[in-house]
């Protein structure tokens, strides 16, 4: 019975030792992982590459349909855009699960809006503010601005810039209001260049660039995020998922977080 017990003892500092468990959250939220991922089809970047950022997360919708987020978190996944919603009336059918998935493993976590050009503003604030819990230590909320080619009513619909930022202004107004934080603002190249999206001042910016840097697709624009992938591997996820920057060290995150979280 001594020798089973020193045995099951021994085992079970072993597997203390190769460090946490899949199914238990892997450390507190404040402690960082390094990246212990890769990208299927890499890019060789012009610096400053991604692997020169500290922290790293993804972005997550119904596409990613199955998240060990415990698993993710310890392979250097820190922090997690979830889709929440679109337009005025559809829901992302993995919001929720996502949502409580990044939470229980500790993951800093936040939710963002695609946006419809043929739904107002208001509309769609006040459904995104519907299905988005206001909780403590949530990342910003985000508006996600891009041209939409899917949807079989609004991909034709495509304002002039003045009226694009109009109606940017109304829903980032209306969110921040509710939630007392400043959203973040997410595009890509084409749609950054096309409305003039540099006028927005004072926000944080999300930045899609999976070929260049942020600096040579949008010259002297500050940003906050820089989505450099989209075939992330990961393990715990199944499936190729979007890979993520920060814009600094692991100080400027802490301090980032402490100024932009409530």
């Not at 909780?135 to 002039?160: H, I, K, Q, Y």
């Not at 940003?223 to 600094?248: E, H, M």
């Amino acid at each position: 019975m001594l020798r089973l017990f020193a045995l099951l003892s021994g085992l079970m500092l072993l597997l203390a030792a190769c460090g946490p468990g899949i199914d238990e959250p892997p450390a507190a939220p404040g402690v960082l992982f390094a990246t212990n991922f890769k990208d299927a089809d890499p890019v060789d970047f012009a610096n400053p590459r991604p692997s020169r950022f500290a922290v790293h997360g993804i972005d997550a919708a119904r596409f990613q349909k199955s998240i060990n987020w415990n698993r993710a978190r310890a392979n250097g996944v820190n922090f997690a855009f979830i889709k929440a919603t679109e337009g005025g009336d559809l829901l992302d059918p993995a919001f929720k699960d996502h949502w409580r998935g990044a939470h229980r493993s500790g993951m800093r976590r936040g939710a963002y809006h695609f946006y419809y050009f043929c739904t107002a503003p208001e509309v769609q604030a006040r459904w995104f503010i519907r299905n988005v819990p206001r909780v403590a230590g949530a990342l910003p909320p985000v508006l996600d601005m891009e041209w939409n080619p899917f949807s079989p009513t609004c991909a034709r619909v495509r304002p002039p810039g003045p009226e694009v930022r109009a109606q940017m202004r109304t829903w980032l107004r209306i969110v921040e209001a509710h939630y007392g934080q400043r959203p973040i603002i997410y595009t890509t190249p084409r749609f950054f260049r096309e409305n003039d999206l540099g006028q927005f001042r004072g926000y944080d910016f999300w930045l899609r660039s999976t070929a260049k840097t942020p600096r040579e697709v949008y010259p002297g624009q500050p940003w906050r995020f820089w989505q450099y992938s989209a075939t992330g591997v990961i393990p715990g996820i199944q499936g190729k998922v979007d890979l993520n920057a920060f814009s600094g060290t692991a100080e400027e995150w802490r301090a980032w977080l402490a100024a932009r979280t409530r």
